[in-house]
């Protein structure tokens, strides 16, 4: 930083602290911040549970990455020491999906499979949920897969299963790595993925499986916002043929992994299984998914004070400018820096420390302190790794800055405040509330967080899409269209253009 900029910049910083008005409303903006948040959290109470029995909802089951997981499925396995494979034909996958009632009080039971419905051969670390697994399946609508330990999915060949086209599906263990294929006819087979398991024990399961995750559903709501809601299906393997390589002991024996239980002990909505010892025949018929969930309380719950917060950094950004044309004082900054680039440039960066500096630990303390309040009022909440939940902070963080240098270079094109206030909270604000709440259909949303400054807020979205987890990606959601530095680097390019063109202006008209 060459001497006469970094002049210019002490100049600034000394300019804002100051002046005790802006200096107070940027404190109260950080306040603000975390009250609201806070106060947001206090109010968030659920409980889970059967008729009137009501519970601390329970956490999620965790993968081995540590993000939280549904492993609920039917499992029919024996065990497996050292290396070893299993092999089965599919022959038929069906399934039943509930649907909407047509008649008032009689259930509308379809039969079909939802499009990540899944029956195939696992390998498992154990029956425990959230333990290390590899698998190769036939899914609904996607054709072969395999897939392990939750977020990790390989596509095989496309197409469905039949019994005039079954479909033969291999999984093979050698030490930590686990290997999947397929084939048409048991003959020539076809290698889909590779997956290393770090640490497998020596013993583990194998077996067939089946899960089918709920029927999605999405409605346009009334304001126009979107409402979605999964319905209870099934789905069915039908297995034969089955082979195992390897060490293997003990019996067949069936466990409904992850099933719910009612307060009365009975399994809520349990799979099953047949088979014949004699001609290795196999039915097997699960309920749930073997996946990352996005079901739950999302750790950036607590930030919704955020937007009234940066409405006051809006106010002072603008003002930081604005009050020097107001009181003839930007004559006298000018002379300072006759550079007038770089006297803005200046300003807008003095602006953005103050702003990152004042937001971070109030971000900070409005997430860590946020969730253990949500946790504490029997929210589950869904747990992300110390990266993420550093990036949401420094994002947030940042997103503050960068909008306060907006609205600095709103003001400097308007020299208006009232005129920059508002237009900053048009273009940065507004679009977000829209977008998130039931106004908008979930197109008009996700173009709105495309294209607009609001597209920013994308850096607090801390649970991902995942490809193979039907899901309401939707920003009512909570699921931005954007990366989250993709969404930064939008607000960042709105930023650097405003700011470019006042510099324009300022070097093009006399102050």
Same mark, same amino acid.
Request: proline share 6%; aromatic share 6%.
């Given at each position: 930083?060459?001497?006469?900029?970094?002049?210019?910049?002490?100049?600034?910083?000394?300019?804002?602290?100051?002046?005790?008005?802006?200096?107070?409303?940027?404190?109260?903006?950080?306040?603000? $911040?975390?009250?609201?948040?806070?106060?947001?959290?206090?109010?968030? !109470?659920?409980?889970?549970?059967?008729?009137?029995?009501?519970?601390?909802?329970?956490?999620?089951?965790?993968?081995?990455?540590?993000?939280?997981? %549904?492993?609920?499925?039917?499992?029919? !396995?024996?065990?497996?020491? =050292?290396?070893?494979?299993?092999?089965?034909?599919?022959?038929?996958?069906?399934?039943?999906?509930?649907?909407?009632?047509? @008649?008032?009080?009689?259930?509308?039971?379809?039969?079909?499979?939802?499009?990540? /419905?899944?029956?195939?051969?696992?390998?498992?670390?154990? $029956?425990?949920?959230?333990?290390?697994?590899?698998?190769?399946?036939?899914?609904?609508?996607?054709?072969?897969?395999?897939?392990?330990?939750?977020?990790?999915? @390989?596509?095989?060949?496309?197409?469905?299963?039949?019994?005039?086209?079954?479909?033969?599906? +291999?999984?093979?263990?050698?030490?930590?790595?686990?290997?999947?294929?397929?084939?048409?006819?048991?003959?020539?087979?076809?290698?889909?993925?590779?997956?290393?398991?770090?640490?497998? #024990?020596?013993?583990?399961?194998?077996?067939?499986?089946?899960?089918?995750?709920?029927?999605?559903?999405?409605?346009?709501?009334?304001?126009?916002?979107?409402?979605?809601?999964?319905?209870?299906?099934?789905?069915?393997?039908?297995?034969?043929?089955?082979?195992?390589?390897?060490?293997?002991?003990?019996?067949?024996?069936?466990?409904?992994?992850?099933?719910?239980?009612? #307060?009365?002990?009975?399994?809520?909505?349990?799979? +099953?299984?047949?088979?014949?010892?004699?001609? %290795?025949?196999?039915?097997?018929? =699960?309920?749930?998914?073997?996946?990352?969930?996005?079901?739950?309380?999302?750790?950036?719950?607590?930030?919704?004070?955020?937007?009234?917060?940066?409405?006051?950094?809006? *106010?002072?950004?603008?003002?930081?400018?604005?009050?020097?044309?107001?009181?003839?004082?930007?004559?006298?900054?000018?002379?300072?820096?006759?550079?007038?680039?770089?006297?803005?440039?200046?300003?807008?960066?003095?602006? =953005? &420390?103050?702003?990152?500096?004042?937001?971070?630990?109030?971000?900070?303390?409005?997430? $860590?302190?946020?969730?253990?309040?949500?946790?504490?009022? =029997?929210?589950?909440?869904?747990? *992300?790794?110390?990266?993420?939940?550093?990036?949401?902070?420094?994002?947030?963080?940042?997103?503050? /800055?960068?909008?306060?240098? &907006?609205?600095?270079?709103?003001?400097?094109?308007?020299?208006?405040?009232?005129?920059?206030?508002?237009?900053?909270?048009?273009?940065?604000?507004?679009?977000?509330?829209?977008?998130?709440?039931?106004?908008?259909?979930?197109?008009?949303?996700?173009?709105?967080?495309?294209?607009?400054?609001?597209?920013?807020?994308?850096?607090?979205?801390?649970? #991902?899409?995942?490809?193979? @987890?039907?899901?309401?990606?939707?920003?009512?959601?909570?699921?931005?269209?954007?990366?989250?530095?993709?969404?930064?680097? @939008?607000?960042?390019?709105?930023?650097?253009?405003?700011?470019?063109?006042?510099?324009?202006?300022?070097?093009?008209?006399?102050?």
């Amino acid at each position: 930083m060459s001497g006469g900029f970094g002049r210019l910049l002490r100049a600034e910083l000394t300019k804002f602290r100051t002046v005790r008005g802006w200096v107070v409303t940027m404190i109260a903006a950080a306040l603000v $911040t975390v009250l609201l948040g806070l106060l947001s959290a206090s109010g968030n !109470h659920a409980s889970c549970g059967f008729g009137p029995v009501e519970t601390a909802c329970p956490s999620p089951p965790v993968g081995p990455d540590g993000e939280a997981v %549904d492993d609920k499925f039917y499992f029919v !396995h024996r065990s497996l020491s =050292g290396d070893g494979g299993i092999t089965a034909r599919l022959t038929s996958m069906t399934g039943q999906i509930r649907k909407p009632d047509v @008649v008032p009080g009689q259930r509308n039971v379809v039969a079909g499979v939802v499009p990540w /419905a899944k029956a195939g051969v696992m390998i498992k670390e154990s $029956t425990e949920q959230g333990s290390s697994y590899a698998a190769v399946m036939m899914t609904g609508e996607h054709g072969v897969r395999m897939q392990h330990d939750f977020t990790h999915d @390989v596509a095989g060949r496309p197409g469905g299963v039949s019994k005039q086209a079954p479909r033969w599906l +291999r999984l093979v263990r050698s030490g930590d790595t686990l290997t999947g294929y397929e084939s048409d006819d048991g003959t020539t087979w076809t290698r889909i993925g590779t997956a290393t398991l770090a640490g497998l #024990p020596k013993t583990v399961r194998i077996g067939l499986f089946a899960t089918s995750p709920g029927d999605l559903t999405v409605t346009q709501g009334d304001l126009g916002g979107s409402v979605s809601a999964a319905r209870f299906t099934e789905a069915t393997g039908e297995f034969d043929q089955v082979g195992l390589q390897g060490d293997t002991s003990g019996a067949w024996r069936d466990d409904d992994i992850g099933v719910t239980l009612a #307060p009365d002990g009975s399994e809520h909505h349990p799979g +099953r299984a047949r088979r014949s010892s004699v001609t %290795d025949v196999f039915s097997v018929t =699960g309920v749930g998914d073997i996946a990352p969930t996005i079901e739950g309380s999302r750790p950036e719950l607590p930030l919704s004070g955020a937007l009234t917060g940066l409405v006051l950094v809006i *106010v002072v950004a603008v003002v930081f400018v604005t009050a020097e044309y107001r009181h003839g004082l930007i004559r006298t900054t000018l002379l300072a820096g006759p550079r007038r680039g770089r006297t803005l440039a200046a300003k807008a960066l003095a602006l =953005g &420390l103050v702003t990152f500096a004042a937001t971070l630990p109030a971000v900070a303390v409005t997430f $860590t302190v946020g969730g253990r309040i949500l946790r504490g009022n =029997g929210n589950a909440v869904l747990p *992300v790794s110390l990266f993420t939940q550093v990036r949401v902070v420094a994002g947030m963080a940042a997103l503050f /800055a960068l909008a306060a240098v &907006l609205a600095l270079a709103l003001g400097a094109l308007l020299r208006r405040g009232v005129a920059a206030v508002i237009t900053a909270v048009v273009v940065i604000v507004v679009p977000h509330v829209l977008a998130t709440t039931s106004v908008l259909p979930d197109g008009a949303a996700r173009w709105l967080l495309r294209v607009t400054p609001a597209a920013g807020f994308a850096t607090q979205q801390s649970i #991902p899409e995942y490809p193979h @987890v039907l899901g309401h990606y939707a920003p009512i959601a909570g699921f931005y269209p954007l990366p989250p530095w993709a969404g930064l680097a @939008v607000l960042a390019g709105y930023t650097a253009l405003f700011l470019g063109l006042a510099i324009v202006r300022l070097r093009g008209r006399d102050a």
